[in-house]
C-alpha cells in the first residue's frame, strides 16, 4: 500500500489512489485520493476527489488500494458506499 502511495505522491500529475475507507464508525465507502504527504507512520493527508477537500486517511482503514493514471478520473467524483 504504502509503495503505491509514494508512488502518487512523488508523481501527483499522472496518478492517484483508489480505495475503500473505513471511517472512525466503520462506515465503508470508495474514495479517490490525490495523496500529499504522509503524517506520521499512520496516516497521511490527501485531497479527497469525493469530498473535494483535504482529509487526513489512517492507514489501518485504507483497504484494496491500487494507483490509477488520474487521466482516467472525472471531476467530482461521487462517493459510493
Same mark, same amino acid.
Given at each position: 500500500?504504502?509503495?503505491?502511495?509514494?508512488?502518487?505522491?512523488?508523481?501527483?500529475?499522472?496518478?492517484?489512489?483508489?480505495?475503500?475507507?473505513?471511517?472512525?464508525?466503520?462506515?465503508?465507502?470508495? $474514495?479517490? *485520493?490525490?495523496?500529499?504527504?504522509? /503524517?506520521?507512520?499512520?496516516?497521511?493527508? +490527501?485531497?479527497?476527489?469525493?469530498?473535494?477537500?483535504?482529509?487526513?486517511?489512517?492507514?489501518?482503514?485504507?483497504?484494496?488500494? $491500487?494507483? *490509477?493514471?488520474?487521466?482516467?478520473? /472525472?471531476?467530482?467524483?461521487?462517493?459510493? +458506499?
Amino acid at each position: 500500500m504504502n509503495t503505491n502511495l509514494r508512488r502518487a505522491m512523488q508523481d501527483c500529475d499522472n496518478y492517484v489512489i483508489e480505495m475503500d475507507y473505513a471511517d472512525a464508525k466503520g462506515n465503508q465507502t470508495h $474514495r479517490i *485520493v490525490s495523496p500529499i504527504r504522509f /503524517m506520521g507512520s499512520y496516516r497521511f493527508l +490527501g485531497l479527497c476527489l469525493c469530498r473535494e477537500a483535504p482529509r487526513q486517511f489512517q492507514l489501518s482503514r485504507c483497504k484494496n488500494v $491500487r494507483l *490509477v493514471a488520474a487521466s482516467e478520473v /472525472m471531476m467530482p467524483v461521487a462517493i459510493s +458506499g
